[in-house]
């Protein structure tokens, strides 16, 4: 078991290692708190009057507590002894008064702050291109939105002001121990670099292990994130025990990386600790030789301690903001890698504007592609297509023929990487992102249902939608009757991705977003093959509702759309075999022929 401990430790070293080697030890990432803070200057300048009125309270505290025991306690004094005693009781409530209403104001600040990084990170996540996703874990952007998000909280609205909380407080006290007995002052002098050596030794090392646990955490995130989305496929193979183990290997990853994180945070208090209050007790030690021989009076030496005492405190508490700015610099680094990620995919410079209604002609020449993670495999391979407005062609072929990837492309989610797509005759690269993809409406066999209400679902591309809008839309997708029968209507709650609806019912509900939103262009992705009859039948009914007088691309799989499209386009490994009508293509093209024959789906069935 040790041995296998000590294997670990090294690994995460090693990986901590790695993940801050373009960075080392740097604060330099804390700059970019500068700009969210600056919003809230007045708020600020309210908070730092607040910390120096507390600490200036706080540092009166041992002169009255000097005045108390010198002349408070003096035989000749009793009458004024509760006028000392009040005095402290005073001087201290001011203290607490401060600092509580600073701490108010600075979490106040801390909140703000990190609730405005959330929305800028979270836009820069909405922004992103589809080759991010792709790439990129949703538990590990979930990680750096939440987790590494509430550590800046913790700089800003704690540790920030502790620091300088601290600091005045050591500057503070220092001054006044010099001014109180400035032989014992200088003692303390030579303990300071002591104190501060082990600080900057452990805090370098504390921010590569600390960027390191944010990395376990975002894998066991992104992991759990994955097996919770997929739950129904988890239990259907029985493998619920083998899930949990591999969750429990990944959090205990991210435990070793939190051990090895708070191990030497622990070594580096624990060794100021000593260093401190060792300086203390031993000047202690000298000042009681000093009231003993006369040379200097109970209550300066009482006074000292107190300065001596607030000084280690305030150091002390540095080292841990230090240990904290590192944490957070590390937390930094990992928000920052993500606000630098560029999308691939961008409005031009000079878009194009769609000044007239589009008409919905699509021309692609000579097209090719290959995802992202896979450069050196071909989805696409040199086609070329032409679609007239309001025509509805059915592309057809075996799975991975590229029917799905060339919705994509039309739609802007990838770019090509040769030939050309337009729209009534301009390049889709000339048009802004939301321009081009507003033109197209998308019914995918994977509906996405949003975990708000079906009224909010139906309008989700038209959030202006009136009441009326929603309902002729509904209606026109047969999805009216079933939402009238919920609960309550259309203000019913779906329930996370839909689980409160059939299969029929939430593709009529993914058609009934595609219509109001009334585009110019379809693109259906069949899906009957897992519904019931009826629940076809009204799915297929509310299909050729929504596709008349519309340029529609379906990829096809029932016979009846098959016969009814103006063109059909068969693909086979990324390439155009064949273009044609059905009755021309059954008897020229062999492909053809052995997927109506296996795959199409006749109405009798």
């Known amino acids: ?62 002169v009255a507590f000097k005045q108390m025991i010198d002349l408070g306690f003096a035989a000749e004094n009793q009458d004024k002894l509760s006028y000392y005693f009040i005095l402290v009781f005073v001087v201290s409530s001011l203290m607490i008064l401060f600092t509580s209403l600073r701490y108010f104001w600075v979490s106040w600040i801390g909140q703000k702050v990190v609730t405005d990084l959330r929305k800028k990170v979270y836009g820069k996540v909405m922004g992103q291109s589809q080759e991010f996703f792709e790439k990129t874990k949703t538990g590990e952007i979930l990680s750096r939105i939440n987790t590494d998000t509430t550590l800046v909280e913790t700089v800003v609205g704690s540790t920030f002001s502790i620091a300088l909380r601290s600091a005045v407080t050591f500057f503070g006290a220092a001054f006044m121990m010099i001014f109180t007995a400035p032989k014992l002052a200088m003692y303390i002098a030579f303990i300071i ?18 960027k390191a646990e944010q990395d376990r955490i975002a894998d066991s995130s992104a992991l759990a994130t994955e097996t919770i989305n997929a739950m ?33 945070t622990t070594i580096m208090s624990m060794l100021v600790g000593f260093v401190i209050f060792g300086g203390i007790v031993f000047v202690l030690w000298l000042g009681a030789k000093d009231v003993i021989t006369g040379d200097m009076t109970a209550g300066t030496l009482s006074q000292f301690v107190m300065y001596a005492i607030m000084a280690a405190t305030s150091v002390g508490a540095l080292s841990t903001v230090w240990s904290e700015l590192k944490k957070a610099a590390g937390a930094l680094e990992r928000i920052i890698e993500l606000m630098n990620t560029e999308s691939t995919i961008k409005d031009p410079a000079k878009p194009k504007i769609m000044h007239h ?27 070329s297509i032409e679609v007239v407005p309001g025509q509805t062609v059915a592309l057809v072929g075996p799975s991975g023929s590229g029917k799905s990837t060339l919705f994509q492309l039309l739609m802007r989610f990838y770019e090509a990487q040769t030939g050309s797509i337009k729209l009534d005759g301009t390049a889709i690269e000339d048009f802004r992102l939301n321009d081009l993809r507003s033109q197209f409406s998308l019914v995918a ?61 939430a593709q009529r509900l993914s058609i009934a977003r595609a219509v109001i939103t009334n585009p110019p262009v379809l693109l259906l992705d069949e899906a009957t093959s897992a519904l019931d009859a009826n629940s076809e039948k009204l799915v297929q009914e509310a299909l050729n509702t929504i596709m008349k007088g519309r ?26 075999v064949a273009i044609g009508k059905h009755e021309q293509l059954i008897t020229s093209n062999a492909l053809y022929a052995e997927l109506a024959k296996l795959q199409f789906t006749d109405e009798s069935h």
Not at 194 to 209: N, S
Not at 237 to 248: D, P, R, S
């Open 445 to 505: 066999q994977d509906v996405t249902i949003f975990s708000t209400t079906a009224r909010e679902n139906i309008a989700y591309g038209r959030p202006d939608a009136t009441d009326e809008e929603v309902r002729t839309a509904a209606q026109l997708a047969h999805a009216d009757e079933f939402i009238e029968n919920l609960e309550n209507g259309y203000d019913t709650y779906l329930g996370e991705r839909g689980v409160r609806l059939s299969g029929g019912q």
């Open 551 to 576: 340029t529609t691309l379906v990829i096809a799989h029932r016979l009846a759309t098959i016969r009814k499209a103006d063109q059909i386009i068969v693909m086979d490994q990324g390439k155009v």
């Open 357 to 383: 209604t589009v008409l919905g002609n699509i021309s692609i020449k000579d097209l090719s592609f290959a995802y992202p993670s896979r450069h050196d495999l071909n989805v696409l391979n040199n086609i």
């Open 232 to 264: 129904h496929t988890v239990q259907a193979y029985a493998q619920e025990q083998a899930e949990n183990n591999k969750f429990i290997h990944a959090i205990n990853n991210a435990f070793k990386a939190a051990v090895a994180s708070i191990r030497m």
């Open 193 to 210: 670099p002591l104190v501060v050596l082990p600080i900057v030794i452990t805090g370098r090392k504390i921010q590569k292990l600390s």
């Open 1 to 62: 078991m040790a041995k296998q401990h000590e294997m670990d430790t090294k690994q995460l070293n090693e990986d901590a290692d790695k993940v801050s080697a373009p960075n080392k030890a740097s604060l330099n990432h804390l700059r970019l708190i500068l700009p969210l803070v600056t919003p809230y200057k007045k708020h600020i300048l309210l908070a730092l009057l607040l910390l120096f009125l507390g600490a200036a309270a706080n540092l009166a505290i041992p």
